[in-house]
């Protein structure tokens, strides 16, 4: 079975700090995809990554980046220099490729807290 | 359009009345997906569509939900008899494609609340 688990249910930083938000997922499938998501308090999602299984290179877009690694069945995020607006609850979530869905599976999510 | 739009943006029911929620998918776009958002952070996938026809019901309940995409028409997610337990934000996604070799955009969901 799929599975996504974001073990750490909330994290607080102050402004500047950088922060990594941990995702481990679950799967048999040889092809599969990994997405993160932001959902701000207005309660839209907003996509921020996609990455498919064959492609473990890590990712980098502004103050955000991506370390997937297959061996230890990882996708986690990380945000350079926080900002009060990075606060948000973010979401890894696994969609399958062999089955081919296309439904996704999301982890439980983190709440990111950002001081000023 | 270019947005998955869903209306209401909240509804309030009367436990056992019915529910009515629409989503107009992204043009072009050939797959829906109806999720349900509880406790705040907990995703729960109930339907998927590939145009009209029903792709993936594995997370409907059986029984007092149901779902439909018609041509020229918002897809649209009912619940008759709503329970309490039925409070949360429904979220529609479409994409282009099934698989996820695409992202799935979503709508601003629709915040249920049964009392």
């Known amino acids: 079975a799929q599975k996504v688990t974001q073990a750490q249910t909330e994290i607080s930083v102050v402004e500047k700090e950088d922060v990594t938000l941990d995702c481990v997922y679950e799967?048999?499938?040889?092809?599969?995809?990994l997405f993160w998501y932001k959902q701000p308090p207005s309660g839209e999602l907003v996509f921020l990554i996609r990455?498919?299984?064959?492609?473990?290179q890590n990712e980098i877009s502004g103050r955000y980046s991506w370390n997937f690694q297959k061996s230890t069945s990882s996708f986690n995020f990380t945000i350079t220099a926080s900002q009060v607006v990075d606060s948000a609850v973010y979401f890894c979530?696994?969609?399958?490729?062999?089955?081919?869905?296309?439904?996704?599976?999301f982890g439980q999510g983190t709440t990111l807290q950002v001081k000023p | 359009g270019e947005e998955v739009a869903q209306t209401p943006k909240h509804l309030v029911r009367g436990e056992g009345q019915k529910a009515k929620l629409y989503c107009a998918p992204i043009k072009g776009h050939s797959y829906v997906f109806w999720y349900q958002q509880v406790l705040k952070n907990e995703f729960k996938f109930l339907i998927s569509?590939?145009?009209?026809?029903?792709?993936?019901e594995t997370g409907m309940p059986k029984e007092r939900f149901s779902a439909k995409c018609l041509p020229n028409s918002p897809c649209s997610l009912e619940i008759q008899a709503t329970k309490l337990e039925d409070s949360a934000v429904y979220f529609c996604?479409?994409?282009?494609?099934?698989?996820?070799?695409?992202?799935?955009?979503f709508g601003q969901g629709t915040r249920l609340t049964v009392v």
């Open positions: 996604a479409s994409s282009q494609v099934r698989s996820g070799n695409t992202e799935a955009f």
């Open positions: 979530a696994l969609t399958d490729g062999s089955s081919n869905t296309g439904k996704l599976i």
């Open positions: 799967t048999r499938d040889t092809t599969y995809y």
């Open positions: 569509f590939q145009n009209e026809n029903v792709f993936d």
């Open positions: 990455r498919n299984s064959f492609d473990e």
